[in-house]
């Protein structure tokens, strides 16, 4: 797969359930960060969580990093009808000047 | 809370004109970038500006691309000749380091 791959591509849950979607990368990286995009609009970032860190909150937001799997996941909890969004993982390599490389997405659909 | 702010939000261009879009930074960052997101796809990252100079740049930033920073504040990107697949939202982002980007709303760039 490809740097900064999300898994499910798409979720749907009701509000009040908790939302997990998974980024997987290739190459070693400074810090992962996640960003929220609702349809049609602006990059909204969420989360950075360094390579040497491995578990962050804020909010209804936590994000866990496993380096020696390459991957981190996003989880939201207790979901309201407005996190409706896509939701984006994004790699910083170590050897980069500040270049994001950017997942497919997670598209998450929170029904009242 | 300052943020980057581009302009137009919407451009409509005919095919083999030149387009120049417009992003003013958060007044204290030193790189600076563009990316794009083809309606359904990724967003792809095309070029990385640091110290008036380009530090990177993707496969994507061919010739028909450049960018500026002209007058201290504005940072633009210039495509010569558009061609209809370069229709796309094009995101302009900043940072103090290369660490978090801050990221506009986009430019819709449509190219009939």
Same mark, same amino acid.
């Given at each position: 797969?490809?740097?900064?791959?999300?898994?499910?591509?798409?979720?749907?849950?009701?509000?009040?359930?908790?939302?997990?979607?998974?980024?997987?990368?290739?190459?070693?990286?400074?810090?992962?960060?996640?960003?929220?995009?609702?349809?049609?609009?602006?990059?909204?970032? &969420?989360? &950075?969580?360094?390579?040497?860190?491995?578990?962050?909150?804020?909010?209804?937001?936590?994000?866990?990093?496993?380096?020696? @799997?390459?991957?981190?996941?996003?989880?939201?909890?207790?979901?309201?009808?407005?996190?409706?969004?896509?939701?984006?993982?994004?790699? &910083?390599? +170590?050897?980069?000047?500040? @270049?994001?490389?950017?997942?497919?997405?997670?598209?998450?659909?929170? +029904?009242? | 809370?300052?943020?980057?702010?581009?302009?137009?939000?919407?451009?409509?261009?005919?095919? /083999? %004109?030149?387009?120049?879009?417009?992003?003013?930074?958060?007044?204290?960052?030193? #790189?600076? #970038?563009? #990316?794009?997101?083809?309606?359904?796809? @990724?967003?792809?990252?095309?070029?990385?500006?640091?110290?008036?100079?380009?530090?990177?740049?993707?496969?994507?930033?061919?010739? %028909?691309?450049?960018?500026?920073?002209?007058?201290?504040?504005?940072?633009?990107?210039?495509?010569?000749?558009?061609?209809?697949?370069?229709?796309?939202? #094009?995101?302009?982002?900043?940072?103090?380091?290369?660490?978090?980007?801050?990221? /506009?709303? /986009?430019?819709?760039?449509?190219?009939?």
């Amino acid at each position: 797969s490809q740097q900064g791959e999300e898994d499910p591509q798409a979720l749907s849950i009701q509000e009040g359930e908790n939302a997990t979607m998974n980024c997987s990368y290739k190459t070693s990286i400074n810090n992962l960060q996640w960003y929220r995009q609702n349809s049609g609009r602006g990059l909204v970032h &969420l989360i &950075l969580i360094r390579s040497n860190e491995r578990e962050k909150h804020s909010g209804r937001l936590r994000v866990t990093l496993d380096t020696s @799997k390459k991957s981190s996941s996003l989880l939201i909890t207790a979901s309201r009808a407005a996190d409706t969004a896509s939701y984006f993982c994004a790699t &910083l390599q +170590t050897d980069s000047w500040g @270049k994001l490389q950017f997942g497919a997405g997670t598209q998450v659909v929170v +029904t009242p | 809370e300052p943020e980057v702010t581009q302009t137009p939000s919407h451009q409509v261009t005919q095919m /083999g %004109q030149e387009v120049i879009l417009r992003c003013v930074p958060i007044s204290n960052h030193l #790189y600076f #970038y563009w #990316y794009r997101q083809i309606l359904g796809q @990724k967003v792809e990252f095309l070029v990385s500006f640091y110290n008036n100079e380009i530090s990177e740049k993707s496969e994507i930033f061919d010739d %028909q691309f450049s960018v500026e920073r002209p007058d201290g504040s504005n940072f633009t990107l210039k495509i010569r000749s558009t061609k209809l697949e370069d229709s796309a939202m #094009y995101f302009c982002a900043s940072t103090p380091s290369p660490a978090e980007a801050f990221f /506009g709303q /986009g430019t819709r760039l449509t190219v009939v």
